[in-house]
Each structure stands twice: as structure tokens, then as C-alpha cells.
Nanobody
Framework: QVQLVESGGGLVQPGGSLRLSCAAS????????MGWYRRAPGKQRELVAT???????NYVDSVKGRFTISRDNAKNTVYLQMNSLKPEDTASYYC?????????????WGQGTQVTVSS
């Protein structure tokens, strides 16, 4: 079965940078869209960034110009490079990947990684 493992979260000062990684393993036939969500305390889950199989990217307005989503298809991995971090970026970040294991595509979630931006 498919498993997604996230890494890269931590504590960083405002203006700092982090890079999140999410690697899928298991029996994988193909991977379609990949994305990152986040959830801050007391707030709804928010879609942060997506990247399609063709490389098209989309971002929520609050992170445009600061975050970059990318993928390595050979490694079944999606990344989120986060620069110029702000306290408002503090949240648990979750990757979501559309994966086919032989039939239809289904969405899989990572376990989450905590990002805390504070001085």
C-alpha cells in the first residue's frame, strides 16, 4: 500500500526559510497532481500550493512570491520551498498526492509536519 512521509518542518525566525519534503512509497503506477495544505489553530484547512503532472503550479495569494512547489517524479516526491517566512505561516502542513495503484486515482495524505515561525 501507499505511504507518504513528510519531513522538513521546524522552528524558524521570521524571514527565514524551510523546505518541506513529501515522499510516496509503495506500489505506485502513476502520480497525478501533488499539493500542500496547512491548518493553523482555530482556522480552516487551507490549500497552499499545487503542481500538476505537466508542471503547472498554483498558490494561495498569501504565499505568492515566497513559496515554491516542485516535484521529482523519479523519486515520487513533492517539495515546498518556503522563504521569507512570517508568523502567519505557522501551521501544520500536510501533503496530498493523487496516486494510481492500478485502478482509479485516489488522494493520499502525509502525516503532517509542524512549521513554527517565531522570534
Amino acid at each position: 500500500q501507499v505511504q507518504l512521509v513528510e519531513s522538513g518542518g521546524g522552528l524558524v525566525q521570521p524571514g527565514g526559510s524551510l523546505r518541506l519534503s513529501c515522499a510516496a512509497s509503495g506500489i505506485i503506477i502513476s502520480v497525478n497532481a501533488m499539493g500542500w495544505y496547512r491548518r493553523a489553530p482555530g482556522k480552516q484547512r487551507e490549500l497552499v500550493a499545487t503542481v500538476t503532472s505537466g508542471g503547472r503550479t498554483n498558490y494561495v495569494d498569501s504565499v505568492k512570491g515566497r513559496f515554491t512547489i516542485s516535484r521529482d517524479n523519479a523519486k515520487n516526491t513533492v517539495y515546498l520551498q518556503m522563504n521569507s517566512l512570517k508568523p502567519e505561516d505557522t501551521a501544520s502542513y500536510y501533503c496530498n498526492v493523487d496516486i494510481s495503484t492500478g485502478r482509479n486515482y485516489a488522494g493520499y495524505w502525509g502525516q503532517g509536519t509542524q512549521v513554527t515561525v517565531s522570534s
